[in-house]
């Protein structure tokens, strides 16, 4: 029996990305092939999804399909905590009760930034202005998508999260960025978790808010 995931995330280039990293993470780190991931709701803005949050999650909850888990996923961008934004986020949901489990995920700095992590993975599908490998402090690179435009070529195809996000998410070696990132770590277990409530017929919100 197919049984759905849902995400929310912040922008437009996640909308394809996101489904495509927890699918991986699902098949290939999980070995979990029952699950679909359905297409996110796309909060466009981070203060669009602060401000709309409980809507998505009510909307999840309600959708005829049903939703066995949702994954909630944003950018901590610079000067933020990730576990702060994380314990506020897992607290208003925890509050509505909802019949499915829910995990939050904060990507340091950017989502792009687990690609830095990688791009020995990445480099040989594209050109670059000079040589590129892997960038041992990745979530130090709090500006990523600047990283990555800076050493495209400005007469030929820069990055555009639109299409390369998703496109970097199927080159990325996760055991590289799992290894350096730790947001990616949290990334990892999270999905885990999600599925241990899932088979265990919990509802619990992690992490949960600390008391």
Known sequence: ??????????????????????RRILHEWCNRFEFTVARPFNAQGVDSLEANFVRFLELARRDRQGCQGLIVLRDTERDNCAEAI?????????????????????????YESWFLASMQSISPHYT?????????EAELECNAKGWLKRRMPKDART??????????????????VYEHCRSFRRMVHAVEELLQAIDAGTYDVTPLPKQ
Do not use: H
Request: charged share 25%.
């Open 86 to 110: 994380a314990y506020n986020l897992a607290g208003r949901a925890a509050n509505l009760k909802l019949p499915f489990p829910v995990v939050i995920v904060c990507a340091v700095c950017e």
């Open 159 to 176: 990055y555009q999260e639109t299409r390369d996000q998703v496109t970097m998410t199927t080159l990325i070696d996760m055991l590289d």
């Open 128 to 136: 670059w202005t000079e040589s590129v490998k892997n960038v041992e």
């Open 1 to 22: 029996m197919t049984k759905t995931i849902y995400l929310i995330v912040e922008g437009d280039g996640e909308v394809k990305a996101a489904p495509e990293l927890v």
